[in-house]
Protein backbone atom coordinates (compact mmCIF):
# COMPACT_ATOMS: atom_id res chain seq x y z
CA UNK A 1 0.00 0.00 0.00
CA UNK A 2 2.87 2.16 0.81
CA UNK A 3 4.34 1.72 -2.42
CA UNK A 4 0.91 1.86 -4.39
CA UNK A 5 0.57 5.58 -2.43
CA UNK A 6 4.24 6.65 -3.21
CA UNK A 7 3.79 5.90 -6.93
CA UNK A 8 -0.15 8.39 -6.56
CA UNK A 9 2.61 11.10 -5.01
CA UNK A 10 4.72 11.08 -7.71
CA UNK A 11 2.06 10.86 -11.00
CA UNK A 12 -0.26 14.06 -9.13
CA UNK A 13 3.59 15.80 -9.08
CA UNK A 14 4.32 14.72 -12.43
CA UNK A 15 1.15 15.94 -14.16
CA UNK A 16 1.39 19.38 -12.16
CA UNK A 17 4.70 20.12 -13.84
CA UNK A 18 5.16 21.04 -17.61
CA UNK A 19 8.53 20.79 -20.05
CA UNK A 20 9.87 23.79 -18.35
CA UNK A 21 9.71 22.24 -14.87
CA UNK A 22 7.71 25.14 -14.13
CA UNK A 23 5.00 23.91 -11.10
CA UNK A 24 1.35 24.33 -12.78
CA UNK A 25 -1.19 25.89 -10.59
CA UNK A 26 -4.58 25.18 -10.05
CA UNK A 27 -7.41 27.08 -11.42
CA UNK A 28 -8.79 29.06 -8.15
CA UNK A 29 -12.76 28.88 -7.71
CA UNK A 30 -15.22 30.97 -5.75
CA UNK A 31 -17.52 33.46 -7.27
CA UNK A 32 -17.03 37.29 -7.95
CA UNK A 33 -16.94 39.23 -5.09
CA UNK A 34 -16.64 37.05 -2.53
CA UNK A 35 -13.76 36.85 -0.13
CA UNK A 36 -12.81 33.57 1.78
CA UNK A 37 -11.83 35.11 5.52
CA UNK A 38 -9.45 32.77 7.39
CA UNK A 39 -9.37 33.41 11.21
CA UNK A 40 -10.53 31.79 14.52
CA UNK A 41 -14.00 31.40 15.61
CA UNK A 42 -13.82 33.02 18.62
CA UNK A 43 -12.60 36.45 16.14
CA UNK A 44 -14.87 35.75 13.59
CA UNK A 45 -17.67 36.07 16.44
CA UNK A 46 -16.50 38.68 18.30
CA UNK A 47 -15.40 42.39 17.58
CA UNK A 48 -12.69 41.44 14.30
CA UNK A 49 -15.88 39.47 13.00
CA UNK A 50 -18.13 42.25 13.26
CA UNK A 51 -15.62 45.11 11.81
CA UNK A 52 -15.04 42.89 8.86
CA UNK A 53 -18.56 42.29 7.69
CA UNK A 54 -19.05 45.50 8.40
CA UNK A 55 -16.40 46.46 6.06
CA UNK A 56 -17.04 44.06 3.85
CA UNK A 57 -20.50 44.09 3.67
CA UNK A 58 -21.33 47.71 3.17
CA UNK A 59 -24.06 48.71 0.54
CA UNK A 60 -22.88 49.18 -2.75
CA UNK A 61 -24.24 52.44 -4.11
CA UNK A 62 -26.88 52.82 -6.70
CA UNK A 63 -28.37 49.34 -6.79
CA UNK A 64 -32.39 48.88 -6.00
CA UNK A 65 -31.63 45.61 -3.77
CA UNK A 66 -29.38 46.22 -0.65
CA UNK A 67 -26.03 44.23 -1.34
CA UNK A 68 -22.89 44.08 -0.18
CA UNK A 69 -19.96 45.27 -1.71
CA UNK A 70 -18.45 42.20 -1.11
CA UNK A 71 -19.85 38.43 0.57
CA UNK A 72 -17.69 36.93 3.28
CA UNK A 73 -17.75 33.74 4.75
CA UNK A 74 -15.62 32.51 7.47
CA UNK A 75 -13.08 29.11 7.97
CA UNK A 76 -10.97 28.35 10.79
CA UNK A 77 -7.37 28.10 10.34
CA UNK A 78 -6.88 24.09 10.92
CA UNK A 79 -9.84 23.90 8.28
CA UNK A 80 -8.00 25.34 6.01
CA UNK A 81 -7.05 22.24 3.49
CA UNK A 82 -6.18 21.71 0.14
CA UNK A 83 -9.40 21.97 -0.92
CA UNK A 84 -10.49 25.51 0.70
CA UNK A 85 -7.00 26.98 -0.39
CA UNK A 86 -7.75 27.29 -4.17
CA UNK A 87 -10.64 29.55 -3.21
CA UNK A 88 -9.73 32.74 -5.76
CA UNK A 89 -10.13 35.73 -2.54
CA UNK A 90 -8.81 34.87 0.83
CA UNK A 91 -8.45 37.22 4.05
CA UNK A 92 -6.19 35.22 6.42
CA UNK A 93 -6.14 37.47 9.88
CA UNK A 94 -4.81 36.60 13.22
CA UNK A 95 -2.32 37.11 15.90
CA UNK A 96 1.01 36.66 14.77
CA UNK A 97 4.56 37.32 16.32
CA UNK A 98 4.45 41.10 14.80
CA UNK A 99 2.12 43.51 12.92
CA UNK A 100 1.74 42.80 9.53
CA UNK A 101 -0.09 43.53 6.07
CA UNK A 102 0.45 42.15 2.82
CA UNK A 103 -0.87 40.90 -0.41
CA UNK A 104 0.72 37.65 -2.40
CA UNK A 105 -0.53 36.53 -5.62
CA UNK A 106 -0.94 33.60 -7.02
CA UNK A 107 -0.33 31.53 -3.99
CA UNK A 108 -2.34 27.95 -4.03
CA UNK A 109 -4.28 28.66 -7.25
CA UNK A 110 -4.71 31.14 -10.13
CA UNK A 111 -5.75 33.76 -10.36
CA UNK A 112 -5.76 34.52 -6.61
CA UNK A 113 -5.27 36.86 -4.19
CA UNK A 114 -4.49 36.57 -0.92
CA UNK A 115 -4.15 38.91 1.70
CA UNK A 116 -2.36 38.38 5.43
CA UNK A 117 -2.95 40.39 8.16
CA UNK A 118 -1.86 39.89 11.55
CA UNK A 119 -1.46 41.90 14.69
CA UNK A 120 0.39 40.72 18.59
CA UNK A 121 -2.98 40.69 19.95
CA UNK A 122 -7.05 41.37 19.61
CA UNK A 123 -6.54 45.01 19.48
CA UNK A 124 -3.26 45.50 16.96
CA UNK A 125 -5.15 42.88 14.60
CA UNK A 126 -8.05 45.15 14.94
CA UNK A 127 -5.79 48.11 14.36
CA UNK A 128 -3.46 46.73 11.21
CA UNK A 129 -7.17 46.11 9.36
CA UNK A 130 -9.03 48.95 10.20
CA UNK A 131 -5.69 51.03 8.60
CA UNK A 132 -5.34 48.86 5.72
CA UNK A 133 -9.21 48.03 4.84
CA UNK A 134 -9.72 50.15 2.20
CA UNK A 135 -6.49 49.30 0.18
CA UNK A 136 -7.87 45.26 1.20
CA UNK A 137 -11.25 45.60 -0.57
CA UNK A 138 -10.34 47.55 -3.78
CA UNK A 139 -7.08 44.58 -4.26
CA UNK A 140 -10.34 42.01 -4.10
CA UNK A 141 -12.47 44.19 -6.72
CA UNK A 142 -9.50 45.46 -8.88
CA UNK A 143 -8.44 41.07 -8.86
CA UNK A 144 -11.79 40.32 -9.72
CA UNK A 145 -12.09 42.65 -12.62
CA UNK A 146 -9.19 41.49 -14.04
CA UNK A 147 -10.29 37.92 -13.98
CA UNK A 148 -13.61 39.05 -15.77
CA UNK A 149 -11.78 40.96 -18.20
CA UNK A 150 -9.44 37.79 -19.30
CA UNK A 151 -12.96 35.23 -19.82
CA UNK A 152 -14.22 38.12 -22.20
CA UNK A 153 -11.04 38.49 -24.04
CA UNK A 154 -11.59 34.45 -24.80
CA UNK A 155 -14.58 35.23 -26.29
CA UNK A 156 -14.12 38.51 -27.27
CA UNK A 157 -16.55 40.71 -29.46
CA UNK A 158 -14.64 42.94 -32.63
CA UNK A 159 -15.74 46.61 -31.74
CA UNK A 160 -13.96 47.78 -34.33
CA UNK A 161 -17.26 47.08 -36.64
CA UNK A 162 -18.70 50.02 -34.64
CA UNK A 163 -18.79 53.25 -36.68
CA UNK A 164 -19.05 54.94 -33.10
CA UNK A 165 -15.91 53.12 -31.78
CA UNK A 166 -13.92 54.21 -35.08
CA UNK A 167 -15.20 57.53 -34.90
CA UNK A 168 -14.28 58.04 -31.26
CA UNK A 169 -10.97 56.03 -31.46
CA UNK A 170 -11.92 53.88 -28.39
CA UNK A 171 -11.49 49.78 -27.93
CA UNK A 172 -12.98 47.56 -25.31
CA UNK A 173 -13.49 44.20 -24.13
CA UNK A 174 -16.80 42.98 -24.34
CA UNK A 175 -17.97 39.56 -24.77
CA UNK A 176 -19.52 38.41 -28.01
CA UNK A 177 -23.57 38.01 -26.91
CA UNK A 178 -23.50 41.44 -26.88
CA UNK A 179 -25.87 42.80 -30.05
CA UNK A 180 -25.97 46.21 -31.53
CA UNK A 181 -29.28 48.21 -30.88
CA UNK A 182 -27.91 51.87 -32.16
CA UNK A 183 -24.71 52.68 -33.86
CA UNK A 184 -25.01 56.12 -35.46
CA UNK A 185 -21.18 57.04 -35.56
CA UNK A 186 -21.67 59.29 -32.33
CA UNK A 187 -23.73 57.46 -30.57
CA UNK A 188 -23.68 53.22 -29.61
CA UNK A 189 -25.70 51.45 -27.70
CA UNK A 190 -25.13 47.54 -27.09
CA UNK A 191 -27.05 44.59 -25.31
CA UNK A 192 -26.93 41.63 -24.29
CA UNK A 193 -29.66 39.57 -23.20
CA UNK A 194 -29.52 37.68 -19.82
CA UNK A 195 -29.93 33.78 -19.72
CA UNK A 196 -30.17 32.83 -16.64
CA UNK A 197 -32.64 32.15 -13.62
CA UNK A 198 -35.60 34.89 -13.27
CA UNK A 199 -33.20 37.27 -14.64
CA UNK A 200 -33.50 35.68 -18.05
CA UNK A 201 -36.12 38.87 -19.36
CA UNK A 202 -33.77 41.23 -18.78
CA UNK A 203 -30.58 42.54 -20.14
CA UNK A 204 -27.18 44.49 -19.72
CA UNK A 205 -26.74 47.40 -21.49
CA UNK A 206 -23.44 49.51 -22.60
CA UNK A 207 -23.39 53.39 -23.78
CA UNK A 208 -21.03 54.71 -25.84
CA UNK A 209 -20.44 58.67 -26.55
CA UNK A 210 -18.53 61.64 -26.38
CA UNK A 211 -19.08 65.43 -25.65
CA UNK A 212 -17.16 68.44 -26.04
CA UNK A 213 -14.60 69.53 -22.99
CA UNK A 214 -16.42 73.11 -22.22
CA UNK A 215 -15.07 73.26 -18.49
CA UNK A 216 -13.29 70.95 -16.74
CA UNK A 217 -14.00 71.69 -13.21
CA UNK A 218 -18.05 71.59 -13.90
CA UNK A 219 -17.52 67.69 -15.50
CA UNK A 220 -18.95 66.34 -12.32
CA UNK A 221 -21.64 68.60 -12.07
CA UNK A 222 -22.80 67.97 -15.55
CA UNK A 223 -22.87 64.31 -15.64
CA UNK A 224 -26.43 63.82 -14.62
CA UNK A 225 -27.98 66.84 -17.27
CA UNK A 226 -25.57 64.97 -19.98
CA UNK A 227 -27.07 61.43 -19.72
CA UNK A 228 -30.57 62.97 -19.51
CA UNK A 229 -29.90 64.17 -22.44
CA UNK A 230 -28.40 61.58 -23.93
CA UNK A 231 -31.49 59.30 -22.79
CA UNK A 232 -34.32 61.82 -24.36
CA UNK A 233 -32.22 61.56 -27.67
CA UNK A 234 -31.41 58.22 -27.87
CA UNK A 235 -33.42 55.64 -25.41
CA UNK A 236 -37.03 55.80 -25.60
CA UNK A 237 -39.30 53.75 -24.03
CA UNK A 238 -42.37 51.88 -25.07
CA UNK A 239 -44.12 55.45 -25.98
CA UNK A 240 -41.18 57.46 -27.99
CA UNK A 241 -43.22 60.49 -27.67
CA UNK A 242 -44.04 60.28 -23.49
CA UNK A 243 -41.45 58.19 -22.88
CA UNK A 244 -37.22 57.74 -22.30
CA UNK A 245 -34.60 56.87 -20.18
CA UNK A 246 -34.07 59.34 -17.41
CA UNK A 247 -31.73 59.54 -13.86
CA UNK A 248 -33.97 58.91 -10.89
CA UNK A 249 -34.89 62.13 -10.02
CA UNK A 250 -36.19 60.52 -6.23
CA UNK A 251 -32.03 59.07 -6.24
CA UNK A 252 -29.19 60.82 -5.86
CA UNK A 253 -26.09 59.08 -8.03
CA UNK A 254 -22.67 59.35 -6.17
CA UNK A 255 -19.93 60.57 -8.15
CA UNK A 256 -16.15 60.14 -7.14
CA UNK A 257 -12.97 60.61 -9.05
CA UNK A 258 -10.39 57.64 -10.65
CA UNK A 259 -8.01 56.87 -13.46
CA UNK A 260 -9.13 55.32 -16.20
CA UNK A 261 -6.69 54.62 -19.18
CA UNK A 262 -4.39 57.06 -17.48
CA UNK A 263 -6.87 59.94 -17.59
CA UNK A 264 -8.84 61.51 -15.38
CA UNK A 265 -12.11 59.72 -14.92
CA UNK A 266 -15.56 60.56 -13.24
CA UNK A 267 -17.08 57.52 -11.89
CA UNK A 268 -21.31 58.11 -10.93
CA UNK A 269 -23.32 54.93 -10.06
CA UNK A 270 -26.88 55.42 -9.52
CA UNK A 271 -30.18 54.79 -11.17
CA UNK A 272 -31.65 55.03 -14.23
CA UNK A 273 -35.58 55.05 -14.75
CA UNK A 274 -37.91 55.78 -17.73
CA UNK A 275 -40.13 58.32 -17.89
CA UNK A 276 -43.86 57.70 -17.38
CA UNK A 277 -43.14 54.29 -17.46
CA UNK A 278 -42.34 51.72 -14.82
CA UNK A 279 -38.51 50.36 -16.25
CA UNK A 280 -35.83 51.07 -13.92
CA UNK A 281 -32.42 49.83 -12.60
CA UNK A 282 -28.89 50.78 -11.42
CA UNK A 283 -25.93 52.56 -13.85
CA UNK A 284 -22.49 53.12 -13.88
CA UNK A 285 -21.47 55.60 -15.76
CA UNK A 286 -17.55 56.83 -16.65
CA UNK A 287 -16.76 59.91 -17.57
CA UNK A 288 -13.38 60.33 -19.32
CA UNK A 289 -11.59 64.15 -19.57
CA UNK A 290 -10.01 63.59 -23.01
CA UNK A 291 -7.86 66.97 -22.98
CA UNK A 292 -5.83 65.70 -25.85
CA UNK A 293 -9.01 65.87 -27.72
CA UNK A 294 -11.09 68.23 -25.68
CA UNK A 295 -13.84 66.16 -25.14
CA UNK A 296 -15.06 64.50 -22.31
CA UNK A 297 -15.69 60.45 -23.22
CA UNK A 298 -18.36 57.99 -21.62
CA UNK A 299 -18.78 54.74 -21.58
CA UNK A 300 -21.96 53.66 -19.61
CA UNK A 301 -23.56 50.61 -18.56
CA UNK A 302 -27.18 50.24 -17.24
CA UNK A 303 -28.76 47.17 -16.16
CA UNK A 304 -32.79 45.72 -16.84
CA UNK A 305 -33.16 43.11 -13.89
CA UNK A 306 -36.39 43.41 -12.71
CA UNK A 307 -37.29 40.83 -9.38
CA UNK A 308 -33.78 39.96 -8.92
CA UNK A 309 -30.17 40.93 -7.86
CA UNK A 310 -28.03 42.84 -9.93
CA UNK A 311 -24.40 43.81 -8.30
CA UNK A 312 -23.05 40.58 -10.53
CA UNK A 313 -24.76 41.84 -13.59
CA UNK A 314 -23.58 45.53 -13.11
CA UNK A 315 -20.26 44.57 -11.98
CA UNK A 316 -19.13 42.52 -15.43
CA UNK A 317 -20.58 46.43 -17.06
CA UNK A 318 -17.62 47.80 -14.25
CA UNK A 319 -14.98 45.40 -15.88
CA UNK A 320 -15.83 46.16 -19.55
CA UNK A 321 -15.62 49.83 -18.85
CA UNK A 322 -12.37 49.64 -17.31
CA UNK A 323 -10.69 47.52 -19.84
CA UNK A 324 -11.21 51.13 -22.27
CA UNK A 325 -8.66 52.29 -24.12
CA UNK A 326 -8.67 55.77 -25.97
CA UNK A 327 -6.51 56.97 -28.92
Known amino acids: MKKIFSICIVAILLTSCVGTDKFVLRNSLGKINKVMVVTKVSDWNGDLGTSIRNSFGEIMVGLPQPEPILSVSQIAPNAFGSMMK?????????????????IKKNVYAQPQTIIYVYGTDDASVMKVFNKHKKEIIAAYISSDVLMTQNIFKENKLDE????????LGISFTAP?????VDDTGDFLWLRQ???????????????????????????????????????????PGTD?????????EAYTPFTSEMTLDGKKTYETRGKWEVKNDFMAGPFVNYSVVDKQHNRIVVFEGFTYAPSVNKRAFLFELEAIAKSMKIK
Do not use: C, W
Open 160 to 167: SQFKTTQN
Open 86 to 102: VSRNVLIIGEGKKEAFY
Open 176 to 180: KNFKT
Open 240 to 248: PETMHMITE
Open 193 to 235: HLTSGIAKTGSNNILVYSVPLEDEASVSENIVAVRNSIGEKYI
